[in-house]
């Protein structure tokens, strides 16, 4: 392969290596994954004492409960014994404690060893140091937000931040009260590509005439390839002839009572690094979070938020989740049609991005820092 200089309209993407090398996958859990505030769960799928469930932080398993003072915690889901799984299943509900199901040590929903078969016995054991290993959790947007490091860089800088700097204003995110939103409809998409991928695809629209009819008859400019989640505080609006966020244009549940009369009949999107799309529309909230499993394998866990008398009426939001399902399945399918590419000569030096996917080039220059 020769490599041209690159001509000034053109970037250059990273090489196909980025995509395939497992090495570099577990760099990328170690100091990307392992070391940021990744979206774990949502709160109220923890609706009471003794629920939990289990997700993939990087290279752990992390274990999320419900407390019986009703607060969230997450631990590590290693038993302090002989590192025994504790919790298999990826959601369940205990009645009072965590008992691991090797040896039997019994853990209470705040992680502190409460029983062992014959502990008492062995009064020099100080019980208080054999606890659940817990890790730093943060809930927003209803959900909760696990991080691994030690010491946590700063939520309000890291993700926080994410949404102020798209949308330039502290408020706006909070006018869509997605914290007390309902939940609609959860679709988990088992995606064949690297993360990266998905993410580079979702900060560029030069795909959307193409792959989106649907999305381009609601929102016209995006027919034309700009990436209007791109400029600060534009939303792409909806087509004059247009109702609602719906698969056919057709009216959806009015506009949730915050939200600004400038952000209505506008769709913003919101990339939170590493693993969280948050798409805000006047009646909904779609919230992305994807779980890296491998070099190639990724799992995308997408919820559709309502207002609660929304869901709690029986309302048929499908025309609505349509929408958007029609959408992931188009980037994934065009996201699992690159990932094979990644390993062919043809891309070892990468591919380009044309000027209006030039700021996917901030997306790897931050990649590369994370990665030293
Ligand atoms: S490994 Fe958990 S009790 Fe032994
Ligand atoms: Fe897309």
Redesign the pocket.
Known sequence: MTTLPLPPSLAATLPGRYYTDPELFRTEQERIFERMWCCAVRSADLDRAGAFRTVRIGRESVLITRSRSGALKAFLNVCRHRGARLCTEEQGQVRRNLQCPYHAWTYDLDGRLIAAPNLVSMPDVDRSAYGLVEVALREWLGYAWVCLADAPPSFEETVVGAAVERLGDAAAIDRYRTADLALGRRITYDVRANWKLIVE?FMECY??AT??PELTDVLPEFADGLAAQYYVGHGAAFGEDVSGFTVDGSAGFGTLPEVAPDQDRRYYAITVKPTVFVNLVPDHVILHRMFPLAEDHTSVVCDWLYAPDVVASGADVSKSVELFHR?NA??FAACERTQPAMASRAYRDGGVLVPSEHHIGIFHQWLREQLG
């Open positions: 695809n795909h959307c792959i989106h959408v188009q980037d």
